[in-house]
């Protein structure tokens, strides 16, 4: 399957700081989005960044992405222990007919308070 | 209703076992998804249905695995002869459109002994 790539695989940082996490894809896209699992629970949508937008702001949340490298990053400002959780890129392939939305493995983010 | 509602929220089965899923989307999405999740990945595809038409049934691993979403609403995953790599959580998420953010239930976890 062609799963995308989240860097790095477990980030541990206080809170406070700014946490950024990276996802790398291989094939063209339509959109990007970005979700949140908490420990035990279903996924939460976060944001979707379409492949003709390079930067994306939602609250504390500021997507990038780079079409021509076939990337993309989460930046997490002023990190609260809340934040705590694993976060997955999603794509959503630019491919005839009907594609899935294919989950990269996730980045686990720590936040200490 | 409120959203995806998915049950049981635990399933333990005896290996040869045949079990069901149930998912109950969001009034109104036309899209819905079965996810498979192993411990520490991401969201592995499984199966896709617009309305009640299985579109894509491409990441079921076997034939052991069923899907129906026969009156384009409530679905169900069946999983026949359970095997103990069946053992995951399995993962319900709906959407008004293909293409647009996917909103999750929490999950099935399934212990096959």
């Known amino acids: 399957s062609q799963q995308g790539e989240e860097d790095p695989q477990a980030l541990s940082i206080q809170e406070g700081e700014n946490a950024t996490m990276n996802c790398s894809y291989k094939?063209?896209?339509?959109?990007l989005q970005w979700y949140r699992q908490n420990s035990g629970r279903g996924l939460v949508h976060l944001i979707l960044i379409r492949s003709n937008e390079r930067e994306k702001h939602s609250g504390r949340l500021r997507v990038t992405l780079d079409t021509s490298k076939k990337s993309s990053s989460l930046l997490i400002t002023a990190s609260r222990a809340a934040d705590t959780a694993s976060y997955f890129c999603?794509?959503?392939?630019?491919?005839?007919?009907?594609?899935?939305?294919?989950f990269g493995k996730g980045t686990r983010l720590s936040v200490i308070a | 209703g409120a959203g995806v509602s998915q049950s049981p929220r635990y399933k333990v089965a005896k290996r040869g076992q045949d079990v069901a899923l149930r998912c109950d989307p969001i009034?109104?999405?036309?899209?819905l998804f079965w996810y498979q999740q192993a411990l520490g990945q991401g969201p592995e595809f499984l199966t896709y249905?617009?309305?009640?038409?299985?579109?894509?049934k491409s990441g079921l691993p076997s034939d052991r695995f069923f899907a129906e979403r026969p009156e384009g609403s409530v679905s169900t995953l069946k999983i026949q002869r359970t095997q103990q790599e069946d053992s995951a959580v399995y993962l319900c998420?709906?959407?008004?459109?293909?293409?647009?953010?996917?909103?999750f239930g929490s999950g099935t976890q399934l212990s096959v002994l």
């Open positions: 094939t063209s896209i339509n959109n």
């Open positions: 249905f617009q309305n009640e038409a299985q579109l894509d």
């Open positions: 999603a794509t959503d392939a630019l491919e005839k007919g009907n594609t899935p939305l294919v």
């Open positions: 009034s109104g999405h036309v899209s």
């Open positions: 998420a709906s959407s008004p459109l293909r293409t647009e953010k996917l909103f």
